[in-house]
């Protein structure tokens, strides 16, 4: 699991779909459920934050271009 702090947008995507395809895994074990939806919703948690931060950065650019 790569640290959060490393972590980009695209690597917690990929990861988030490696996760999904796991579980949807006939084979997949009970016991990793647990693990595998706190690892999502920490993955999940990390790319609203990425995609909120872009947004407003986004928005600032855009409103500086207009007052120009």
């Not at 972590?7 to 895994?25: G, P």
């Not at 920490?42 to 928005?59: G, M, P, S, V, Y």
């Amino acid at each position: 699991m790569e640290d959060n702090n490393t972590l980009t947008y695209t690597q917690a995507v990929n990861e988030l779909e490696e996760i999904v395809k796991k579980m949807q895994d006939p084979e997949c074990s009970i016991d990793n459920l647990s693990d595998y939806t706190k690892r999502s919703k920490q993955l999940l948690d990390f790319c609203r934050k990425k995609l909120t931060a872009t947004d407003e950065e986004l928005k600032r650019i855009l409103a500086d271009l207009e007052a120009q």
